[in-house]
Nanobody, 117 residues
Framework: QAHVVESGGGWVQPGGSLRLSCATS????????MGWYRQAPGKQREWVAD???????RYADSAKGRFTISFDNAKNTLWLQMSTLEPEDTAVYYC???????????WGQGTQVTVTS
């Protein structure tokens, strides 16, 4: 069972950048899939990006070219660097650690990102 806590959200103007972090414990990067999701008001939660062992990454089309997911093994921290932010990126961002063999998912409480002028 992993424990995850997101931070780094806030308010930013369109075109700006933010870096989200997810402090993890109880994870095993050699087996876990770690990712970011987001949920905008009135919308379903959507996948943003994920990373697996070997630092292989995948991105939703909306994130490609603007967001970068990474994992710092030494700090057990998952990052999401977001740039060129748009109002449509406004959402609560969640970190998730997935255990593929059991299907267990450990979610954080979320961090709010607001993009507005």
């Amino acid at each position: 069972q992993a424990h995850v806590v997101e931070s780094g959200g806030g308010w930013v103007q369109p075109g700006g950048s933010l870096r989200l972090s997810c402090a993890t414990s109880g994870t095993d990067f050699s087996v876990n899939v770690m990712g970011w999701y987001r949920q905008a008001p009135g919308k379903q939660r959507e996948w943003v990006a994920d990373i697996t062992s070997g630092h292989r990454t995948r991105y939703a089309d909306s994130a490609k070219g603007r967001f970068t997911i990474s994992f710092d093994n030494a700090k057990n921290t998952l990052w999401l660097q977001m740039s060129t932010l748009e109002p449509e990126d406004t959402a609560v961002y969640y970190c998730v650690v997935r255990w593929p063999i059991t299907g267990v998912e450990n979610w954080g409480q979320g961090t709010q990102v607001t993009v507005t002028s």
